[in-house]
């Protein structure tokens, strides 16, 4: 007989009780929330306190939670809370290291479009921006909001009317439905864990505390490259500040391998050998090589 452990919450702290919800209850899929503050600034921001609730009338909801550190609330809530307006866009795997970015917590005047790289595309009939990538985009309309708590972790229930939706013909069936491998979903499990639907488990390290430079800092010739992907520029756009040149030449001149890719400079070998760095979790490693080329 398995032994278990038995918890009253209210025996435990916050951060730990947050633990142990998100660690039993998953996979969860992902809002990718789009809103727009009073000012006109986008912001996008993703929770995976998130599911579908009715089809007539069509209502998504999803839930941004009162910060626990401090009893703040985000600007996700506050934009819809001003203007009951919201795009929910749905993540794929293409798109994951992008929408962890964007995740951090930039200043309010920041536009996290622009910090993980995706691209805005307006919407019809509400005036938050859609996600161009994204392979289905709810357009929804606030009916209400209702908060759950009043303390730090407390949730605010935000019912989201679905007034147009839009679908990439590249994840229909051929009878027009949603094909459930071709959209290749994401969701959040515990910790840093994801679920990819149709393949398994794997890891997303969490976001920077302090502020990732973004994808919008990343050099041109290095965004608009042939070989890296929109989740290796989401990989390249969080650390908090750029190798030194001392350790860009060190490391150009410590291996035979990286002064032969760099003397053919052959742009696509240099970035494929990035993208393997990246692949292996050596975030560094890559940036290290992608700049090194810039000192030849």
């Known amino acids: 007989m398995n032994k278990t452990i038995s918890i009253v919450p209210s025996e435990l702290s916050t951060g730990e009780l947050h633990g142990y919800l998100l660690g039993a209850v998953g996979p969860r899929p992902i809002a990718f929330a789009s809103t727009i503050s009073e000012s006109?600034?986008?912001?996008?921001?993703?929770?995976?306190?998130?599911?579908?609730?009715?089809?007539?009338?069509?209502?998504?909801?999803?839930?941004?939670?009162?910060?626990?550190?401090?009893?703040?609330?985000?600007?996700?809530?506050?934009?819809?809370?001003?203007?009951?307006?919201?795009?929910?866009?749905?993540?794929?795997?293409?798109?994951?290291?992008?929408?962890?970015?964007?995740?951090?917590?930039?200043?309010?005047?920041?536009?996290e479009f622009e910090k993980s790289g995706l691209t805005m595309q307006e919407s019809e009939l509400v005036k938050p921006y859609r996600v161009a990538e994204s392979p289905v985009q709810f357009e929804c309309k606030v009916t209400k909001v209702e908060p759950l708590g009043e303390e730090g972790g407390a949730g605010n229930l935000i019912f989201s009317e679905v007034v147009k939706m839009h679908i990439h013909q590249a994840v229909l069936s051929e009878n027009g439905g949603i094909d459930q491998h071709k959209i290749d979903q994401v969701a959040r499990m515990g910790?840093?864990?994801y679920s990819r639907a149709r393949l398994g488990m794997f890891e997303v390290p969490k976001p920077l505390s302090t502020l990732g430079i973004g994808v919008d800092q990343i050099p041109e010739q290095i965004r608009s490259s042939k070989v890296l992907t929109g989740n290796d520029l989401g990989l390249l756009g969080n650390i908090e500040q750029l190798p030194s040149q001392e350790e860009v030449i060190a490391f150009k001149e410590s291996f035979v391998e990286i002064k032969e890719l760099l003397d053919a400079t052959d742009e696509i070998s240099l970035h494929r050998r990035a993208q393997e760095y990246l692949n292996e979790g050596e975030v560094l490693s890559a940036w290290k090589l992608l700049l090194a080329a810039d000192t030849i």
């Not at 069509?58 to 934009?79: D, G, Q």
């Not at 307006?85 to 917590?105: A, F, K, P």
């Open 40 to 111: 006109g600034v986008p912001n996008l921001s993703p929770f995976s306190f998130f599911n579908v609730f009715s089809a007539n009338p069509p209502i998504l909801i999803f839930s941004p939670a009162r910060r626990v550190r401090n009893n703040t609330t985000k600007h996700t809530l506050e934009n819809v809370m001003n203007t009951m307006e919201v795009v929910i866009n749905i993540v794929n795997y293409d798109i994951v290291q992008q929408m962890s970015l964007s995740s951090t917590e930039y200043p309010e005047e920041i536009n």
């Open 191 to 193: 910790g840093n864990w």
